[in-house]
């Protein structure tokens, strides 16, 4: 299933409400799986300023396994040092990018660049974008949704049909309370955030590498590049003797001199000057029936480490595959079951998390604020101490209940020599193929061509007689021809098997998924996560998951299947 148009009777398989940053990966998610795909949008035009502008870690690499990562840091800054200053005083600079992915880097951009990107994307992958439509009404059967919408206030309804709904319309979302899925969101008294898009003159650097944070008084501040040479500072602070109101230039840029210490700094030709208040919260649930929740219509998220987005874009990718397996017949149901439960209690975990660093943000007091200006003297790295780098970069987002989770891995080595589980993100390595310098990374991202591809990491464990337990796992997956296997080997060659092989005499993929000296088997889903383990020489367990999983299937050819996509 390749295909731009959808089947008869539908006017695509999925239609996805929202054009913004989320709303397009979904879609161009979708078409790169070859799902026909429309995207249903009320705004006429791109946004004209930028919101959200970062890209983090975690979900460049999942937007590299879409193949939009590349495009997307064309047009962005990457960063790779955080500096922070408590009451004045400077703490060691934090790098950024010393986290373990191929994307360390954090790309800083635009909405608006990134929206354009996304629409270009989508439209060459033979997506459709219908603008200037409101949703009134979705209605849902077992066949398929039913979208009603409206083109300004009098227009007579129109009626689009697919198989799928993805309701991507950001926090003020019209499907979210069409399916009961509203929420009351929890509101902060007694603060304001302050921000503006200008260029800027101060006496530290202008080059877009680097960002900068601030705690002072009552008060959390930020500055950032935001792309095409200009600043976002923005003040998340007490609202005491503060205008409920957009603030002016001249305001902004009086407060940001006393936060930052610098009389000379100076804005000019200013974007985007705004106010906001703050609230939190996420749906109770991200699915009902055939229509899903991503990115913010499913939950409001707090401008606490740049997260919002971010959390929008694994939404995107999660449904996408699913869809994608459930509509070309290789997923049973619970693929497409597991998504409200990841993805929704990933959200709420963020949430509150979110919620705990506002508080300590912007409601220290003076004793908290006098606590850090003495551990700033004191403690030079306070400023990773208090911000955790790899949380900020969303490496540890993990699924530890998901109903795709199966571990067969236990006892004494596995205590020892504990790996990543089932749900986490599956490590990368170097390894050596075909003589060559390589890595994990390559070979577990559409896997051989398959788009939707799951790779089994088969680990001999530096055995020498493991070969034949782990041929019989190769052959165990055969009647799923989108399990791609892979053999790593730390001990002797393996003949027998036309499947890559990868050289790890050096241990460091047995190391890195904690299976020095121990045969096993690890399979891994097209997101990246772990979704079981289990011992080599037990490819019943694996076969009888897989059959769990995607269903009983006849054997096809890999070759044959591959080159269909």
């Known amino acids: 299933m390749n295909r731009a148009a959808a089947t008869q009777g539908y006017d695509a398989d999925v239609i ?106 989508f439209e060459a992958r033979g997506g459709r974008l219908d603008r200037g439509c409101t949703v009134i009404g979705v209605e849902q059967d077992d066949e398929g949704v039913t979208v009603v919408l409206r083109r300004g206030e009098d227009g007579p309804e129109e009626r689009r049909r697919c198989r799928y709904l993805v309701a991507a319309d950001g926090a003020k979302s019209t499907v979210r309370p069409m399916l009961g899925l509203d929420f009351e969101p929890e509101r902060f008294a007694g603060c304001m955030n302050r921000q503006v898009d200008a260029k800027l003159s101060w006496r530290r650097s202008r080059e877009p590498d680097q960002l900068w944070f601030f705690y002072y008084e009552r008060g959390f501040a930020g500055i950032l590049p935001v792309w095409g040479g200009y600043h976002r500072l923005f003040f998340l602070a007490d609202d005491s ?63 606490i480490g740049g997260q919002g987005m971010n959390a929008g874009l694994h939404d995107a990718v999660e449904i996408a595959w699913r869809l994608a397996m459930t509509l070309r017949g290789e997923a049973a149901p619970v693929i497409l079951d597991s998504y409200d439960g990841e993805r929704g209690g990933e959200h709420a975990r963020l949430s509150a998390q979110q919620a705990r660093g506002f508080r300590w943000t912007v409601y220290r007091g003076s004793l908290t604020d ?89 680990f001999d464990g530096r055995f020498a007689d493991a070969g034949a337990s782990l041929l019989a796992a190769v052959e165990a997956v055969a009647p799923w021809p989108w399990v791609r296997p892979r053999l790593v080997l730390a001990g002797p060659m393996v003949d027998g098997a036309d499947v890559p092989v990868l050289s790890d005499l050096d241990g460091r993929a047995h190391g890195a998924y904690g299976l020095e000296g121990r045969p096993a088997l690890v399979l891994v889903r097209p997101d990246g996560h772990i979704a079981f383990r289990g011992d080599a020489d037990r490819a019943d367990r694996l076969e009888s998951y897989c059959r769990k999983v995607f269903g009983a299937r006849a054997a096809g050819s890999r070759n044959g299947l591959a080159a269909a996509f």
């Open 16 to 121: 996805v409400v929202g054009a913004g940053p989320i709303g397009l990966t979904t879609g161009n998610a979708l078409r790169h799986h070859g799902v026909s795909c429309l995207l249903l949008e009320e705004r006429t035009n791109v946004k004209a300023y930028s919101r959200a502008n970062n890209l983090w870690a975690r979900p460049q690499e999942l937007l590299a396994g879409i193949g939009l990562r590349d495009i997307l840091a064309e047009n962005a800054y990457a960063i790779d040092t955080i500096n922070f200053f408590v009451n004045g005083t400077p703490t060691t600079p934090i790098s950024i990018a010393d986290v373990a992915s191929p994307y360390p880097k954090v790309l800083y951009s635009g909405q608006d660049v990134i929206e354009r990107t996304l629409v270009a994307a």
């Open 241 to 303: 003797g503060v205008p409920d109101r957009d603030p002016t230039l001249d305001e902004i840029q009086a407060v940001a001199r006393e936060v930052t210490g610098d009389e000379t700094l100076t804005l000019s030709d200013p974007q985007w000057l705004t106010h906001s208040r703050f609230q939190y919260g996420v749906s109770p649930g991200y699915a009902r029936g055939r229509v899903f929740l991503a990115g913010d219509a499913g939950h409001l998220s707090l401008p």
């Open 370 to 458: 006098t606590v850090l200006g003495l551990a700033a003297k004191a403690l030079p790295n306070l400023g990773s101490l208090l911000q955790g780098t790899d949380d900020m970069q969303q490496m540890g987002v993990a699924y530890p209940k998901s109903l795709l989770n199966e571990d067969r891995l236990s006892g004494l080595a596995e205590v020892l020599r504990p790996g990543p589980k089932p749900g986490e993100r599956a490590p990368d390595a170097a390894v050596m193929h075909r003589g060559e310098t390589a890595s994990l990374f390559p070979f577990l991202t559409n896997p051989d061509g398959h788009t939707t591809g799951w790779a089994l990491l088969c």
